[in-house]
């Protein structure tokens, strides 16, 4: 166990929370979030006070404030910073340009400042949005073309991450998915909550994605960290599919109707913010370092026994 502490920042996230909770379980963790600790970080420190173990503290900073981050940062001398907050609603980045930058560019700027100052090994988590879609699946060595606010921020926080911390790692991931009571809904709960009930649902059959359940984001993340590779890796699940064979596989799981799943085009829901079309993302990079990215039909059955609780 290492003795300087690891931050993670945004633990109250989909990816945050599970960073967390891996992390938490093998060293010391201050989890960075704003408001009070919601349900997963809940569960862990009262499994923590039952333990008796104190390897987790949980501390309410808001990002907007200027220099709070750093602050903590400088006091407490961690290991490593690994930040997995986001203004992640790509819409709202549309109507509040400056929220946007604050948050994707300014407090990851502020991060790997902080992390440049004491020494410390900095993972900031980005997206598949910094592609424009136009010719995916895409690996690292692809030139980013964002288009819209969330993807121009979260690639300008990319620069900010890979130019001011010395030890920088930047994980890509995309299209976020989690069973975890207590976790913010997502485009797959809505799905299987659908198909279930028996009800239709739509799906775009023109948008190609690498959906990543949460907590394989959290393993290939920390793979990257514990590595000490410098760079860009995408840490998404491993498969490139569309939106509707996505919302197929899982009816399969479920033993649903797969034409309760009507295609739509993206372009027919007049959305605010660009979405990319192909924007699948390659994973040999983080696959070299030992990371197990999950094939859908893999991601899709942890998916489905988080949500009976029964994940571990
Ligand atoms: N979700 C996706 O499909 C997706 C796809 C591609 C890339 N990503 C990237 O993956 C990373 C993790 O995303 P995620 O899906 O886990 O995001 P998430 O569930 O939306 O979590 C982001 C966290 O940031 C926190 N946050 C927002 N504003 C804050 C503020 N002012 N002060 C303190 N914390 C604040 C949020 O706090 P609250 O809980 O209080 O709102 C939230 O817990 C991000 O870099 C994101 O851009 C996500």
Redesign the pocket.
């Known amino acids: 166990m290492s003795a300087a502490p690891v931050v993670v920042v945004?633990a109250?996230?989909?990816?945050?929370s599970r960073l967390v909770a891996r992390l938490a379980a093998r060293q010391s963790v201050i989890a960075v979030?704003?408001?009070a600790a919601r349900a997963e970080m809940q569960m862990l420190l009262a499994a923590q006070a039952q333990s008796g173990r104190a390897t987790l503290e949980y501390e309410d900073?808001?990002?907007?404030l200027d220099g709070a981050l750093k602050d903590l940062i400088s006091t407490r001398r961690p290991s490593a910073v690994v930040f997995?907050?986001?203004?992640?609603d790509v819409d709202a980045c549309e109507r509040d340009v400056p929220l946007a930058w604050q948050?994707n560019v300014r407090a990851v700027e502020e991060a790997a400042l902080g992390c440049r100052e004491v020494g410390a090994r900095f993972v900031s988590?980005?997206?598949?949005?910094v592609f424009d879609g136009l010719a995916g699946p895409y690996s690292e060595d692809d030139v980013p073309q964002p288009r819209g606010v969330y993807a121009r921020t979260?690639r300008a926080g990319e620069e900010a991450a890979l130019l001011l911390a010395p030890d920088c790692a930047v994980c890509r991931?995309?299209?976020?998915f989690s069973g975890r009571a207590g976790a913010?809904k997502t485009f797959a709960v809505g799905v299987a909550e659908a198909l279930r009930a028996g009800r239709e649902v739509k799906a775009f059959h023109d948008q190609f994605v690498s959906p990543t359940l949460?907590d394989n984001a959290a393993e290939l993340c920390i793979t990257v960290l514990d590595s000490r590779a410098q760079g860009i890796f995408h840490c998404s699940g491993a498969e490139v599919v569309s939106r509707v064979e996505f919302c197929h596989r899982l009816a399969r799981r479920l033993g649903a109707d797969e034409k309760l799943v009507i295609p739509v085009a993206l372009a027919d829901l007049k959305l605010p913010a660009p979405r990319p079309l192909r924007c699948g993302l390659l994973v040999e990079k983080v696959r070299a370092l030992g990371g197990q990215a999950l094939n859908l039909d893999a991601a899709l059955e942890r998916f489905l026994s988080e949500q009976a609780g029964t994940a571990a």
Not at 12 to 16: A, E
Not at 84 to 88: K, V
Not at 173 to 176: G, K, N, Q, R, S
């Open positions: 945004g109250n996230g989909l990816v945050g979030a704003r408001g900073l808001d990002l907007t997995a907050a986001a203004m992640t948050l988590l980005s997206t598949d949005y979260k991931v995309a299209v976020i913010k949460a």
